[in-house]
T-cell receptor, first 115, second 114 residues
Framework: AQKITQTQPGMFVQEKEAVTLDCTYD???????LFWYKQPSSGEMIFLIY??????QNATEGRYSLNFQKARKSTNLVISASQLGDSAMYFC????????????FGQGTILTVHP | ETGVTQTPRHLVMGMTNKKSLKCEQH?????MYWYKQSAKKPLELMFV???????ENNSVPSRFSPECPNSSHLFLHLHTLQPEDSALYLC?????????????FGPGTRLTVT
């Protein structure tokens, strides 16, 4: 079975600074997808960025980028130039080829951006 | 309406009640999902529907009964729930039920079982 671990329950960052949120995963499958979602206090999950297990380049999407280290089974999210609106819960998730799109989520990291 | 909508946004029900949660997606997607988010626990997948056929049932108790009448609508019928079923129930949809496809979530229904 696959597992996602986010070891940082909470993180703080100053506005305009960069922050890295950690995520490690455990799976014996070779083919999978890794996702990051943002959940503001309103409750809706917002898709941020995706990395495929066979992608050789680190994914980037605007201010979001991934530091994907396949051998270490980690996919850390980097948010550059933090904004107050980035304050939210962030979830890392994995989906296996064999799983009909089932997302397995980590426990989440609460990010607070200070002005 | 755009994206994924869910109604009601909040629901309080007794353990003997029967209620239904509704989800509608306006994205032309072919797969829909129900997730449960309890306090202090990761999101848990409950059901997956692909082209209106249930393809995943993640060991969910029978007091939760999903229904997918067409690719745009998904229901979760609730009966004789327990207080531990109180949670945020999130619906999602995706182009297809696959590993490399992002899922789009609705705002959720906050359920309280008394």
């Amino acid at each position: 079975a696959q597992k996602i671990t986010q070891t940082q329950p909470g993180m703080f960052v100053q506005e305009k600074e960069a922050v890295t949120l950690d995520c490690t995963y455990d799976t014996s499958d070779q083919s999978y997808g890794l996702f990051w979602y943002k959940q503001p206090s309103s409750g809706e999950m917002i898709f941020l960025i995706y990395q495929g297990s066979y992608d050789e380049q680190n994914a980037t999407e605007g201010r979001y980028s991934l530091n994907f280290q396949k051998a270490r089974k980690s996919t850390n999210l980097v948010i550059s130039a933090s904004q107050l609106g980035d304050s939210a819960m962030y979830f890392c998730a994995i989906s296996l080829v064999t799983s009909y799109g089932k997302l397995t989520f980590g426990q989440g990291t609460i990010l607070t951006v200070h002005p | 309406e755009t994206g994924v909508t869910q109604t009601p946004r909040h629901l309080v029900m007794g353990m003997t009640n029967k209620k239904s949660l509704k989800c509608e997606q306006h994205l032309g997607h072919n797969a829909m999902y129900w997730y449960k988010q309890s306090a202090k626990k990761p999101l848990e997948l409950m059901f997956v529907y692909s082209l209106e056929e249930r393809v995943e049932n993640n060991s969910v108790p029978s007091r939760f009964s999903p229904e997918c009448p067409n690719s745009s609508h998904l229901f979760l019928h609730l009966h004789t729930l327990q207080p531990e079923d109180s949670a945020l129930y999130l619906c999602a949809s995706s182009q297809a039920a696959g590993p490399a496809v992002e899922q789009y979530f609705g705002p959720g229904t906050r359920l309280t079982v008394t």
